[in-house]
């Protein structure tokens, strides 16, 4: 067969499919502009920006989408933090128990979290942390420390010890061997750590839902949850409005780290393979 | 200007997004910036609650209801805002509501949920009576004998008695102040009647009669929807009560038999379902995509019955409420258009209705005890009080409200009230609340197409589950 | 291992001190609501009612009553169908795309990715609520069908597991393509070009070729996906609530259900139990896969 032909086809092919992929996304992108949307699809008689600007408009909306923020960033940094603290030993030291360690990790990030959602809340009873964002951060970076923590090892694996061994000799304390020359190296590879860590945080809303009771502390997943049905008549233009710009970090941060992404991700790649 | 908050907010994800990306990248300082980003805005929050224990000691006085959706002009806002104001002690007590949003039956668990925390629990609760005796046995309410025993309207028979006996539990006391009761039937369109060359003025007398009614409708006014029952999970307590149970006991069987066992399998819970079973199947019900989410009863409500897309609609007697001036979907003509007829029983002989209510009770972890049983006495004040049932569209619990003239004048009333001769009231069974979850998945299973004996075994199982075999009974 | 085993011990604590700030948080929101979970699971522990304010130890019966619902059964079957739907559906796609959009003109890839992308970078909840409206009545779907003349399907709930395995599949392909695409530009361009010369076609090289050589990667890339699809929640409860009836009802749903929304906190233990456990295995399996590799 000819191979031109076959390249033609496969462009076809392709963009058939991309087209099919962005088929759910027109909906909630005419909607959010539609003064008068309903859950079916149709051309809006006239196009506004208003559902954005109600939605903005609404101070409760914008706090919800801080406390969303403050959740997510503070679960990503500490994902982060903690897992390049840990993986350091794991990945340069010589430990009996890495081994065990590793793979105690690597059983953990197989555990979907949810199962131990009812125990949480009663242990939070006792301690006091229900209703409050540290208890729900918390509890969500405990729920992706393995699994950042394992990337993190794998990442620090990929990083050539003899660099750090010339600044040993120049006397460099281990903190300052890690913070000047690892840390800078696998850059791409905390940012994979980080974007992935926040994008699962960002979405989840069950979690932030029954930890918390004050409706001024749920975040904005929450709140999204709760619009669905929050108007007797379900208002489906500041709904898709909201959603769009709910969505807009998730991109922002995937087109930011785009670069690293891919080399994160020929990383972890080789890391597992 | 709401364009500039929307490039802040962006600016400010990005910059974070940065700050994230380059706080391990040797300095450090980006990421003690970050770290303090996320804690003052911990620190606001304390702070904010310290100023407000600070000015002038005002104690803060929290409530938690149900917001149905309707937001800020629901009767109930609009009713703990006037008591508030009307309240002697308001100006040492804040007032803090606390409604809880979400589908019907995910009030009871978040209520559940806050009740058990000492720390998030509200001072006063409104409390649907069937989830009171189980929260009851769980310790979660106060026994308010001691604050009743002082409270004169309630010594004095200006609350019915009958209504009193669903606030209290099984130990004899009063864990509530009930404060509106409530009715169960059925609703016609009469133009929709009329075209279907049915009696403008219905009273069914068998539950053949209802499913005939329909058939002519579909016949005739193919373009509407003949029958809508509450038929979901996500309705909740709805489906158990204004459908399932408005049907079984009308087969002249209940929940429990005459010794408090559940009955788990009978011929009477077979031709209930069968009903329910009969409505979808012969196509007389709505789509299932509009009855069983948790907008059902609104988009019944709200939208099918105004805009007279549905002619026979099966539920509380109080929705007209919607439809008044101030309701959620104001329908200028609907006394000439709605007609509202009583459940007959299933082979006819009498009429079935359910009764209900909801009480407004004080959690057993509130400190403030006593201010919140005096904001419950200045809720329970007419004409406030009075006001706000009508506008719910309930019966009132107190005699001199039942009184008032302009509660009398409200259309339905006396149909709705009339009805609460003989109505049934759920079993006072702690059991119940977690059974009535079951009585929805057997409904739903239903309504999309499983068999009443697959459905009803199902229950059987999940029943026994939850009250021990020895509480269970097979007819 | 180390000769002065004093010293050795200590020298091992100096470097594992940077471990402990992320032992004590596995510790503490990890590992203690696992001991507590299995704890539970042996108790009557209720949200409401006279249980929540006795708890007993009740034995296995919450285990027993667990094992003989038929319930159970309906949520682990859903389970997998949503399980095998989700694997086979992100697994061939995110291949197929992948493969196909190597060596592709730049300008076409930098288009042509992001479509792909959208949906996986998208939070859960939006997911949901783009394929609630995809699938409605009057939805987009409906409608491109209605163009070919095909009649009104109400998808969520005549065909609800469908609908939340194909919202699944668009949220997570992506993830699948990534994978694969940094497996295929290592796949070496000589043993094809070696094959082809031989008289192989583009399948033959395919299927004897580049799959073998990237075969680690499939199968990591299928114990991934299996677990984070194990632990989708959101995107279930949000779409279908686990209904019509039991049609969507996978474990964490059942879970859900049985344990918050019916107050039987203890049950739900139990369920939760058995989601642990089936993660077990697939950790294991997991585990066992990357030894092999290692050691391979």
Known sequence: MNNAKVNHLHYI??????????????????????????????????WTLGNYISVLGNMENIKAYGVGFVIS????????????LAAYPLSRYRLSYKKTFMNVILFMTALPMIAVIVPVYKMYLSLGLLDSIWGVIFYLSAASLPYGLWLMKNFMDAVPAELEEAAWVDGATTFKSMTSIVLPLMFPGICTVFIYTFSKSWGNFFVPYILLSSAEKMPASVQLYQFFGQYGLIDYGPLAAYSILYTLPSILLYILSQNYMSKGFNLSGAAKG | MKK???????????AAG????????????????????STTAAAKESQAESKEEASGEKKTLTITFKDDGQGENHPWYVWLRESYEAWDMKDQVELELAPITGSESDYYTKVALQLADANTCPDIVFEDTFQLPSDVSAGYLTNLDAYVADYEAWNNGTYYESLKAGST??????????FCTDTRGIWYNKEIFKQAGLPEEWQPETWQDILDACAAIKEKVPEVIPFWCNSGVATGEATSMQTYEMLLYGTGEQLLDADGKWIVKSQAIIDTLQFISDIYTNGYGP??????????????????????KLAIHMDGAWISANWIDTGAAPWPEYQEIMGFAAMPTQNGGGTVTMSGGWTLSIPEHSAMKDEAFSFIQQMMEPPAY?????????????????????????????????????????????????????????????????????????????????????????? | MTKNQGYGFREEMRKSLLLIPAVLVLLFFFIIPIVLTIYYSFTNLALSGSNAKNLQFIGLENYKRMLTDPSTVISIENTLIFLAGSLAGQTILGFLIAYLMKQKAKGFRSVAGPCFLAGWVMPEIVVALCFMAFFKENGTLNVLTGFFGAKQVSWLYEHPMLSVVIANVWHGTAFSMLNFQSALDNVSGDMEEAARVDGANRFQVLLRIIIPSIKDTIATNVMLNTLSTLGVYGLIYAMTGGGPANKTTTLPIYMYNQGLKGMQLGFGTAIG???????????????????TKEEG
């Open chain 2, 386 to 475: 009075t006001k706000s049932v009508i506008a719910q569209g309930n019966i009132v619990t107190r005699s001199d409200a039942a009184e008032d003239e302009e509660y009398l004048s409200q259309p339905y009333k006396a149909e709705g009230t009339a009805l609460l001769d003989g109505a049934y009231f759920r079993p006072q069974n702690e059991q119940y609340s977690v059974v009535t979850t079951n009585i929805q998945t057997m409904v739903e299973a239903v309504a999309s197409g499983s068999t009443p004996e697959d459905a009803m075994n199902q229950y059987a199982m999940d029943v026994t589950r939850i009250v021990g075999e020895d509480n269970i009974v097979e007819k």
């Open chain 2, 169 to 178: 539990a099984a130990d004899g006391s009063v864990y509530g102040i009930p």
């Open chain 1, 73 to 84: 960033f503070a679960e990503s940094l500490i994902v982060v933090i903690l897992s390049c």
């Open chain 3, 273 to 291: 139990m058995m989601i642990l456990f089936v993660g077990t295995i697939c950790s294991l399996i997991y585990a066992r896969l990357l030894r």
């Open chain 2, 18 to 37: 940065l700050v994230a990306c380059g706080s391990n990248s040797g300095s450090g300082t980006a990421a003690t910036a970050a770290q303090e980003d």
């Open chain 2, 287 to 308: 789509s299932l995509s509009l009855v069983l989410n948790g907008q059902a009863t609104n988009t019944a409500r709200r939208e099918y019955l105004p805009q007279q």
């Open chain 1, 13 to 46: 092919v392709l963009s058939f499919m991309a087209l099919t992929f962005l088929l759910p996304l027109i909906w909630i992108v005419i909607a959010s502009l539609d003064p008068n949307a309903s859950d079916a699809l149709k051309m809006p008689a006239q």
């Open chain 2, 4 to 14: 500039r908050l929307l490039s802040i907010t962006l600016t400010a994800t990005m």
